[in-house]
């Protein structure tokens, strides 16, 4: 126990996780002493002969269970970028175990009474806004996990937390496993119409499987590109079953799963007070009820539909064109569109990737952020991580150490699908001064050889989850509960969302949109094109979007505890919407990790199409000034959206950046709805 690193303080620079020496092993055993410390320290607050106060009850527990959070960090970031069978043991094992001791401290009997005299007081106290919204932030949390329930209800509640824990565990490795062991093994005579960065790609991806010749992965770097370009229709249809069939295999069938989280979700939300789980979830956002998401789904899903229905008529005219056949199927239409928009816009994503390298977009991103926020990024080479794709830099702002940032850009079968930003450590300044560790994670198919390049959707990846990483970076909050991302889920995706319109700025392209081979800038006259093709197929992306926002809240809407059928019901909802079969939907109930393999996005995709109504009206304010720079606004943009947390009310944070309150008509014209 002894030389369990994760018990004892790290001598690495930073207090950056040893990476070298940490096990599997190690988590159980290390879990268990830090919950009997955790809770230790909970009790002592409870046990305070002084009045309770804000300073003694708040901003103490603040304070509280930071080297079980650094633990608990380190596992879920393990498990997500770099896991193991050992690990996804560990996580099995430690799911319900993380569960029931969050349901002994938010249901701490002692230290409620205190926490909840503070908050009665709250009127009277002479709190800033940061101590006031941490205030309400943790007794929110308190009352939300239960802890105003008594008798049964209160005991049933925790077996809820613990139960639900399993499953969406049970969930996501599922998930995980259909994706990390499907490959789609291609010959050579299987390769038509494929560019030569797919084949490098292809070629590389089956090499990690000990495969010959090329294999297409269900990362969506492979497989979309695959169903792009493959002239196959064959093996196109074959990839995209496999793409849109993960979690209903027979020996891990994520249905029954999904079943019993909704029916548990259902009792979770009414135990506590609401009529369903949308009800619950949503009060804790910025939207606050789920007519709220409606009335904005509500501008975008008729219009969009009929958007798709004139992108169809042109896909069919270019099929028999083509001599393809008319009959449009969902695996045609990647492969169409791309058909289109070489027609149409004369513009070929193979064209556009050598020019986007990701060496050089990731210089781009950096760029961005020293232009707007004086940050520089220094790697460190000598840094031991968790795997050798991952990097590592150290960034400063205005000459001073703010934190660090790690890199994972690659796909692999250890690592799960899609992208995402997580913390290893948050920001804070309560007790001392904390750097936060924040790590970016995306799925390119990496090259076997040569630079990695990017298609313009993989290089608003790299900037969207760099908008998170910055939230996490230039976090400037006093208090570990308010910092950086730990705002409302649909105010978190603005900070993300808005870095992606920086990605086509003239001055960062002509600056990093170097040809990998020659070295040569791109054309003003090739970004005029990608410009010029921004609205095209936004009613096929639109609605596959939509489609899965609208399923959604279908599903946690629902008020009986009985479970349902959730393919009956996924195939009545797309009836009743009317949901193009060509189109599909971005995520399927079965592999929904969103919503099913935790409760973060669960009734809460739509948050991404709330922020953007957020984030169009915010760089608006750039347009108008002329300058995608402009020192002002970016000083403002550092103070009320990436360095403010949670510490500011987000509606007022969001009109002291942009003068106003958002309205939707500036999205609706940047998808080309309007």
């Not at 569960?99 to 709190?127: K, N």
């Not at 393999?597 to 009734?603: F, N, R």
């Amino acid at each position: 126990m002894n030389a369990n690193p994760l018990l004892h303080d790290w001598s690495t620079p930073h207090q950056l996780p040893p990476f070298d020496l940490i096990r599997a092993e190690h988590f159980e055993p290390a879990f268990e002493v830090l919950f009997a410390g955790h809770l230790a320290e909970i009790d002592a607050l409870a046990a305070l002969a002084g009045a309770p106060s804000f300073a003694n009850t708040a901003a103490a527990f603040d304070r509280c269970g930071e080297r079980l959070e650094r633990a608990r960090l380190l596992l879920d970031n393990l498990t997500s970028s770099h896991t193991s069978p050992e690990l996804q043991e560990v996580e099995r094992n430690m799911a319900p175990r993380l569960a029931e001791h969050d349901s002994a401290i938010y249901m701490h009997e002692g230290f409620f009474a205190r926490l909840d005299a503070v908050h009665q007081q709250r009127g009277q106290l002479d709190l800033s806004e940061e101590q006031s919204r941490l205030l309400d932030l943790i007794h929110r949390t308190f009352v939300r996990a239960g802890a105003k329930l008594q008798g049964e209800a209160r005991q049933r509640y925790a077996q809820v937390v613990s139960r639900l824990a399993e499953l969406t565990t049970a969930f996501s490795q599922n998930t995980l496993a259909d994706e990390a062991e499907y490959a789609l093994q291609l010959a050579e005579d299987d390769l038509a119409g494929l560019p030569p960065f797919l084949l490098d790609a292809a070629c590389g991806a089956a090499k990690a499987r000990q495969l010959a010749g090329y294999a297409i992965t269900l990362s969506r770097s492979s497989i979309v590109p695959f169903l792009t370009y493959s002239a196959r229709r064959d093996l196109r249809e074959q990839a995209w079953h496999a793409w849109t069939s993960r979690g209903e295999h027979a020996e891990r069938d994520n249905r029954p799963l999904a079943k019993q989280i909704l029916a548990l979700r259902v009792e979770q939300a009414q135990l506590l007070g609401y009529a369903n789980f949308a009800d619950y979830a949503i009060a804790n956002r910025m939207a606050g009820t789920p007519q709220a998401v409606h009335d904005l789904l509500s501008q975008v899903w008729e219009p969009a539909k009929a958007r798709f229905q004139s992108e169809k008529t042109m896909l069919r005219e270019e099929a028999v064109r083509l001599g393809e056949p008319a009959d449009l199927q969902p695996w045609d239409w990647f492969y169409l569109a791309e058909k289109v928009r070489i027609a149409r816009y004369a513009l070929n994503d193979a064209e556009i990737k050598p020019y986007f390298s990701l060496d050089n977009m990731t210089a781009a991103m950096f760029d961005v952020a020293g232009r707007l926020f004086g940050l520089s990024f220094q790697e460190k080479h000598d840094a031991k991580l968790y795997h050798p794709d991952a990097r590592l830099w150290e960034v400063s702002r205005n000459g001073e150490l703010i934190g660090l940032f790690i890199g994972d850009n690659y796909a692999r079968p250890s690592k799960r699908s899609g992208a995402w930003m997580s913390v290893y450590r948050p920001q804070s300044d309560n007790g001392g001064k904390v750097l936060p560790i924040i790590s970016n994670n995306n799925n390119f198919a990496k090259a076997s050889q040569g630079a990695t390049l990017l298609s313009a959707d993989d290089v608003r990846t790299l900037f969207h989850e760099f908008g998170h990483g910055l939230h996490g970076l230039l976090s400037n909050v006093h208090y570990r509960l308010l910092s950086g991302p730990n705002s409302p889920w649909d105010y978190v995706e603005l900070p993300s969302q808005l870095m992606e319109n920086w990605a086509l700025v003239p001055e960062v392209l002509e600056k990093h949109a170097r040809h990998a081979e020659t070295g040569a800038p791109i054309a003003a006259e090739l970004v005029a094109k990608i410009k010029a093709a921004r609205h095209f197929n936004q009613g096929f992306e639109t609605v596959r979007y939509a489609a899965s926002t609208l399923i959604d809240l279908a599903l946690h809407q629902r008020a009986d505890q009985d479970g349902i059928d959730i393919a009956a019901f996924e195939a009545a909802e797309r009836e009743r919407l009317g949901i193009p079969m060509e189109a599909g939907m971005n995520h399927r109930p079965p592999h929904f990790g969103h919503i099913f393999s935790d409760d973060a996005y669960a009734a809460g995709y739509y948050v991404y199409m709330w922020a953007e109504v957020l984030e169009a009206e915010a760089f608006a304010a750039f347009e108008e000034a002329d300058d995608p720079f402009d020192p002002e606004l970016a000083e403002k943009l550092h103070r009320y959206i990436y360095g403010a947390g949670d510490a500011r009310e987000q509606r007022a944070a969001f009109r002291a950046f942009r003068g106003r309150d958002p309205q939707a008509a500036a999205m609706l014209k940047k998808r080309g709805l309007v």
